[in-house]
């Protein structure tokens, strides 16, 4: 039996070795068809696409972080290493008020909240039927446009993300981030963006976004943006100009700017080192890490020590003739960003206090002022200085851009334990206020001067001096409503929201729904919100735009102003400029 088996088996030989060589070449042939199929499968799908979390994520055409820098960085400063600080409360302990008071008040809240999130989704609605995908909606003409510098990537489409979220309109949100993740920054009939723009609120937008709903397709976005963005540095001293211009940053050829805006070249810091804490890559914060090192050079160097001129010459790294000084348009969030830096690096990097300290000191003495008033008004505001040879003078002129500086001395005496900054928060608040209640409209003018006192205490009212150089139609105190327009800007709700937040004091909200129903009526069009000609005449004059920061920041801080204070509680997120809510390090 065994020799026949083996007989069996030698003559069976070739015949076995045919069938398993039959065999492994059908498992080949298999394999390869296998392969084919695949291959012809993945070839269907469009070459960049991932689908993630139920978004149809589309990557960009150009892929930005294959480009190496011409002017490479070999030491990258990282993120602070350590434990966040246990930093000061920001917010107000606020309480629950249970009694039969407290209902009703609850209730009054809860009309206004609705009334907001009306004028909300009318806009979003108009913007999202007729103007989808471009920047703005034209609120009079009902057409898209978009805005020079920001690269047609529907501005308004990104920047309203957040703003979704939170106003619990969920359907809207993900439709609206199923559109956001297929943006291409490489399709765009502009040749440079606007570096700051986009950063604030395309950037910006994205995290916020990421940061409220953890969708991982909109961090994938942002990080295609940072990459774009982060090219801005690859200059040959990696100070980063205004116009990111696209084929200058291929070929090589930046260079920074001579005189371009401050805030315009140094308010990255939030929007970098979130991206830089969310990716671990420190090339993000290394970039404006890079900025601050100068700001902390600079910041005793100028001519008037402690703050730094309206325009940077970035090109050649030095300090340029310029000799004015604002918190106001220009400058505006190059201050804004010191103590927001500080609070989402959790304390880590002491630079971002000491630049915000030396900086407020000089504010305080040089650039505030009280406007004389014949009720004595005990209100600030913040004006412009012009450094001559004799010194500094300080003109009294008040912007709604500067509106935002309440809030900012608020977060700063929160976060450093400065209570006198808290109450300088809040008369430049109520100055605000003080100003959208003294026009006919009941909303401030987008520049206008003042009378002012000497000193920051209270003045003797003088009627003569108003009555021969000013305005006399307008409310007394006031000189003049220089530019009388309302471009439905958020900086006076900005700080108000701040300060009711920080301290708990309901009148915050009266004032609040005041402003929110003068902006309403004065505002309102067939189809959104418009800004205005002139905030002096009651019958307005509409001037057909709707800038994306009315849906980013205007209504959200509306909105949450009568909401909970645990939405976007301010322990637990920074708010950048343009209102997004980014994630505090615990
Ligand atoms: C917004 O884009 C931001 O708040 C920016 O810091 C200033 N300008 C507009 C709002 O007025």
């Given at each position: 039996m065994f020799i026949e088996n083996v007989e069996w088996q030698v003559r069976q030989q070739p015949h076995h070795a045919m069938l398993a060589i039959f065999r492994r070449k059908t498992r080949v042939a298999i394999a390869l068809f296998l392969v084919l199929l695949l291959y012809l499968l993945v070839g269907l799908i469009p070459e960049h696409n991932d689908t993630l979390f139920g978004f149809t994520y589309v990557r960009s055409s150009y892929d930005w972080s294959k480009q190496p820098f011409h002017y490479p960085i070999t030491d990258y400063t990282p993120l602070p290493t350590g434990r966040p600080l246990t930093l000061p409360?920001?917010?107000?302990?606020f309480t629950t008020d249970t009694s039969p008071d407290g209902i009703a008040r609850e209730e009054v809240l809860a009309s206004r909240r609705a009334e907001v999130k009306n004028a909300f989704v009318k806009s979003w609605t108009s913007y999202r039927n007729i103007g989808f995908g471009y920047d703005e909606l034209m609120p009079v003409s009902g057409k898209g446009r978009d805005a020079p510098g920001f690269g047609g990537w529907g501005a308004t489409l990104v920047d309203s993300l957040s703003t979704l979220w939170i106003m619990g309109l969920k359907d809207e949100f993900y439709e609206a981030a199923a559109a956001a993740v297929t943006i291409d920054w490489a399709r765009t009939r502009d040749t440079s963006c606007n570096f700051f723009e986009t950063t604030i609120r395309h950037l910006g937008g994205l995290l916020g976004a990421y940061d409220l709903s953890l969708e991982t397709a909109l961090l994938e976005k942002a990080i295609e943006l940072g990459d774009m963005l982060y090219m801005a540095y690859d200059t040959p001293n990696h100070m980063p100009p205004f116009w990111l211009d696209f084929s200058d940053a291929k070929r090589g050829s930046q260079v920074a700017g001579y005189h371009d805006p401050s805030a315009s070249v140094t308010s990255s810091s939030l929007e970098f080192t979130r991206l830089a804490q969310l990716t671990g890559d420190n090339k993000y914060y290394d970039a404006i890490n890079r900025v601050t090192l100068v700001l902390d050079d600079w910041q005793n160097r100028t001519t008037l020590p402690g703050m730094w001129p309206?325009?940077?010459?970035?090109?050649?790294l030095q300090l340029d003739s310029d000799s004015s000084f604002t918190l106001g348009a220009l400058a505006d969030s190059l201050y804004e960003y010191l103590p927001k830096t500080y609070a989402i690096l959790g304390g880590l990097e002491p630079v971002y206090e000491k630049l915000y300290r030396g900086a407020m000191d000089t504010v305080i003495k040089n650039l505030l002022f009280r406007p004389n008033t014949p009720d004595q008004d005990d209100i600030l505001f913040s004006g412009n200085v012009y450094v001559s040879d004799t010194g500094p003078h300080l003109t009294a002129e008040a912007q709604h851009l500067g509106c935002f500086v309440g809030g900012m001395f608020g977060l700063g005496g929160k976060l450093f334990h400065i209570p006198e900054h808290l109450e300088i928060g809040e008369k430049i608040t109520r100055g605000c206020v003080w100003a959208y209640d003294a026009m006919p409209t009941g909303i401030m003018p987008e520049i206008f001067d003042l009378l002012k006192c000497e000193t920051l205490d209270p003045c003797e009212w003088d009627e003569s001096g108003w009555q021969d150089t000013a305005d006399t139609q307008l409310k007394r105190g006031f000189q003049n409503a220089r530019d009388p327009r309302y471009l439905l800007r958020p900086e006076a709700i900005e700080s108000v929201f701040l300060m009711y937040r920080m301290t708990g004091n309901p009148e915050y909200q009266e004032m609040a729904w005041r402003m929110f129903q003068a902006i309403r009526k004065a505002t309102e069009t067939d189809l959104a919100f418009s800004s205005i000609?002139?905030?002096?005449?009651?019958v307005t004059v509409k001037s057909d735009s709707m800038e994306s920061f009315w849906l980013a920041e205007t209504l959200r801080y509306f909105y949450l102003i009568f909401s909970?204070?645990?939405?976007?509680n301010l322990d637990e997120y920074v708010l950048n400029t343009e209102a997004h809510p980014l994630k505090r390090p615990r």
């Open positions: 409360k920001v917010q107000y302990a309206t325009s940077f010459d970035f090109a050649q000609e002139s905030v002096r005449d009651v909970s204070p645990d939405l976007i």
